[in-house]
């Protein structure tokens, strides 16, 4: 098992690639989510949804917060995040007002995989956050169905607009992340597509992701680093990094 923290709450803090030490929060049980992504590290979706509810206790969550960053030392970001998609919690407006009132000394993240923005009131919730992370792995319907293969009533195009549309309210850092798999959403059209969203969006960052961990499927393979160097470079003038 890649990472031992599936039932925790709270974990860390642990070193993370791009936000030095962070101290992360499950919001929802392990693999409650609105997609499942072929390259998933936390395994297979076992409750595919789109239903927000209070999955976990909101004040347990606080007090579990409470008792380990009392123990955390130095740490560079506070992250929702997890093992499920932390926006399906109907209160995670109420646990980032929370953090930024008593924890203020803190950077806060949020990393998404962007569904649930199609709900305009999540937009409120989450704006008081430092930056958001969310993903975007295709803009066609097949290559979205066959990475990302979501709950049937998600709508692609709605994502995307509602992106679009939040990022004219949210004035923080958002660093777009996209997951490739070669042959498969680096294709000629698929970039093309992806990079007229990239630039419609307008993040802060576009981040150019791979396989790390050992995801769901032996065929997800780590894109060939000259690949990558490639993709890069097509993205131009978007600021671009390889994570």
């Known amino acids: 098992m890649a990472i031992d923290y599936y039932n925790n709450i709270i974990y860390g803090p642990l070193k993370s690639r791009r936000l030095g030490k962070s101290l992360g929060i499950n919001m929802v049980p392990h693999k409650t989510c609105s997609l499942d992504c072929v390259y998933c590290e936390a395994g297979s979706t076992t409750n595919l949804t ?30 929702i995040c997890g093992t499920g998609e932390p926006t399906l919690h109907v209160d995670i407006g109420e646990l980032i007002r929370h953090i930024k009132k008593k924890y203020f000394q803190y950077k806060l993240c949020l990393i ?12 409120k919730d989450i704006v008081l956050c430092d930056l958001i992370m969310p993903s975007l792995d295709a803009v ?22 509602a992106l679009t549309s939040f990022r004219s309210i949210y004035s923080n850092l958002m660093w777009l992340e996209i997951f490739f798999i070669e042959g498969i959403n ?17 993040p802060d960052l576009v981040q150019l992701n791979s396989l790390d961990r050992k995801g769901i499927f032996d065929w997800v393979k780590k894109m060939p680093a000259n690949r990558m160097l490639e993709i890069k470079h097509y993205f131009f003038p978007l600021p671009t990094i390889i994570v």
């Open 140 to 161: 066609s319907y097949d290559v979205f169905q066959k990475i990302d293969r979501p709950h049937p009533q998600i709508d692609l195009s709605k994502i995307i607009e």
């Open 50 to 79: 789109i239903q927000r509810d209070s999955y976990i206790d909101i004040n347990t969550i606080k007090n579990e917060l409470e008792l380990n960053i009392s123990k955390a030392n130095d740490i560079d970001y506070i992250t």
């Open 186 to 202: 680096d294709t000629p059209a698929e970039l093309a597509l992806l990079k007229e969203v990239c630039l419609k969006i307008s």
């Open 112 to 123: 998404t995989n962007s569904t649930m923005f199609t709900y305009s009131n999540i937009w």
